[in-house]
């Protein structure tokens, strides 16, 4: 049962367009949810599998939209002392491989940074760094136009040669992309939480102690967990940028990054399906309430939301559902068995 | 000589703000282990209290200061038993998505209530600033300043020299030992965390009338305060004191020197050093975290 579930819901978004005809706001709609649970996905990777809590996590998604913008348009800068960088444009598709080796890169050095430390350091030297970067993007006006933004960003441009080319610019197309990327995304996590690395992850989240005796490297492994979650958060943030094909330094709102925690609390942090499900119901509520509330509102509808979740799903809507359907997913078995040292 | 003399000046009464702000953050820390995502909308509630008295109900404006310390008191009181209490002995995540969630409401509810316009709260103090020399300060902010270094001490007062503040400290230090102890450890959490937030909504309420009052005004305030306790050592008092002058100093620093653009970058730039140089904070020594 919990097997088929990825594959229906799949199936179903397949599918979904063919039911919505061509409905526009509905198709952006879930363009910017699928976007974002791609975020959330890879949120979950750092909060659900290692218990490390980013909430600067926009900021990978926002240098991922900045470099692919950049790569795309191209850029020319004054940098001091008599340099000059200068930069022709290069295809989307190549801004889309440089935003993901930029963010994992920027991951890293988090990474290297805060893991000496964790815990609360951890979270916040990610928002300090999200800060940090907004504050670049509005002041570096030379390269980012600051305030003004980034605009006529080129759409994606996919192909083969010899095989000609297509430019995705209807909807239509982008919703098609954004699923296939987000549906790799899904399969490279899957891939990675099942694997020796993946163990090594869960361990650590589950005994510190007992992992490092075992010889798992704590900080090489939730440095490179720090790596790949970046990696992907830049690239759902390149899909961003090439989909609008206009960013401003807004897109590193703090408040993108408190919706997709919501996301992966919600739907089950630690599973491979909770931020999808979570992503969904989250990015799909707005539309809900639109019709009935003010912007403000919803906001106050999301913060009660999540209280009350916290309240009566503490491990959220996957395993809670899991836990009512009798069947325990394979995701929330400890991989290390041990009482702990002092009872609580 | 004379701008650097200015911008000490100026960096001593933000300071006494940002000292505030710290210091109730680094005690719900320290004595708690929650890391408190509502201490901005406290803040910003505390601005928001005294703009209601003062501006729309017309009371006097030192009276109203402590009517919005009193506020910032009940409500984090309040969000204490409501919030924080059911999830006692849960980790520190799940409490800290409580506060954000928390957090959100709080902002949200601001500005569904007084919508996004900027307001000014009137003073009482003469537009004419004092002038000594080529420095000059406004009496609004001297008086900041005056109140805030009051507030501090008052604190300090009810830490090292009450009852109450003992069991906080006993609390601090075991909480499990000073409950056998006979203290009654959840009326110490809630009053902890009333009277964290209390300072974080005097913080608010004293530099409402310096800049102007809206719903956001928070979110940055509760960075600073983060790069402030960070800078002190988690659940280090006397360090957030001190780390509130430092930022203070580095931001007035680096907008006088480098570039203003970059002013609210200090404090993230400092907490990246910190963590490099001395990850247990600048003053972290006999002090014991969590």
């Known amino acids: 049962m919990t097997r088929l579930l990825p594959l229906a819901l799949l199936a179903g978004l397949v599918a979904l367009p063919l039911a919505l005809g061509a409905n526009p706001y509905l198709l952006n709609a879930l363009i910017v949810t699928g976007i974002l649970t791609i975020g959330a996905m890879s949120l979950n990777l750092l909060l659900g599998f290692t218990g490390q809590l980013s909430l600067g996590h926009i900021a990978f998604f926002g240098i991922g939209a900045y470099v692919s913008a950049l790569t795309s348009l191209g850029f020319d800068v004054e940098l001091g002392f008599g340099l000059r960088a200068v930069h022709e444009p290069w295809p989307p598709v190549v801004g889309f491989l440089l935003a993901t080796v930029a963010a994992g890169a920027c991951g890293y050095l988090i990474g290297r940074l805060s893991f000496r430390v964790r815990g609360a350091y951890f979270v916040i030297v990610t928002i300090s760094f999200a800060e940090v970067v907004r504050l670049v993007a509005l002041n570096w006006v030379e390269l980012t136009q600051g305030p003004l933004a980034l605009t006529n960003i080129p759409a994606f441009t996919l192909g083969l040669p010899g095989l000609g080319f297509w430019t995705l610019k209807s909807k239509l197309q982008n919703y098609y992309l954004v699923l296939a990327v987000g549906t790799l995304c899904y399969l490279l996590i899957a891939r990675l939480v099942h694997s020796r690395f993946g163990r090594a992850m869960r361990g650590l989240k589950e005994n510190e102690s007992l992992a490092l005796s075992v010889g798992i490297n704590a900080t090489r492994t939730l440095t490179v967990a720090a790596v790949i979650s970046a990696a992907m958060a830049g690239a759902a943030g390149s899909l961003y940028a090439h989909y609008l094909r206009i960013i401003d330094p807004d897109v590193f709102l703090f408040a993108t990054t408190v919706t997709m925690v919501i996301m992966v609390v919600a739907g089950g942090k630690g599973t491979l399906m909770g931020p999808v499900v979570g992503g969904l119901i989250f990015g799909l509520l707005p539309v809900a309430l639109r019709p009935v509330m003010a912007p403000e509102a919803q906001w106050i509808v999301y913060g009660l939301v999540l209280i009350v979740i916290l309240f009566v799903l503490p491990r959220g809507i996957v395993p809670g559902m899991a836990a009512r359907l009798g069947r325990r997913p394979a995701r929330s078995a400890p991989v290390l068995e041990a009482s702990p040292a002092v009872p609580q | ?290």
């Open chain 2, 1 to 290: 000589m004379d701008e650097l003399i200015q911008h000490l000046v100026n960096a001593l009464i933000l300071g006494g703000t940002y000292a505030l702000l710290g210091i109730g953050l680094t005690l719900i820390f320290g004595i708690m282990n929650v890391v408190n995502f509502t201490h901005g909308a406290l803040y910003t509630v505390g601005a928001y209290v005294m703009y209601l008295t003062v501006a729309a109900l017309g009371l006097n404006f030192f009276l109203a200061l402590p009517v919005a310390i009193l506020g910032g008191l009940v409500l984090g009181a309040v969000i204490e038993v409501a919030l924080l209490r059911p999830f006692r002995g849960s980790d520190i995540d799940t409490t800290m998505l409580v506060m954000i969630g928390a957090g959100i409401i709080l902002q949200s509810g601001t500005l569904w209530t007084f919508g996004g316009v900027a307001k000014a709260i009137p003073s009482p103090f003469p537009e004419a600033p004092l002038q000594i020399g080529m420095v000059s300060v406004s009496w609004l902010r001297l008086f900041v300043l005056g109140a805030a270094l009051a507030l501090i001490a008052l604190t300090y007062a009810l830490i090292n020299r009450t009852k109450l503040g003992l069991a906080m400290r006993a609390a601090f230090q075991d909480s499990d030992t000073a409950a056998l102890m006979g203290v009654d450890v959840r009326r110490i959490y809630t009053a902890t965390f009333a009277l964290g937030s209390s300072l974080a909504a005097a913080a608010g309420a004293l530099l409402g009338p310096v800049y102007v009052v809206f719903p956001q005004m928070g979110g940055l305030a509760e960075l600073k305060a983060f790069a402030i306790v960070i800078l002190g050592g988690l659940g280090n008092v006397t360090g957030a004191a001190i780390g509130g002058f430092i930022l203070a100093l580095a931001e007035e620093l680096g907008a006088g020197y480098v570039s203003s653009g970059y002013r609210d970058a200090m404090g993230f730039l400092i907490i990246i050093a910190v963590l490099l140089c001395r990850p247990t904070g600048l003053f972290a020594k006999a002090e014991r975290i969590g």
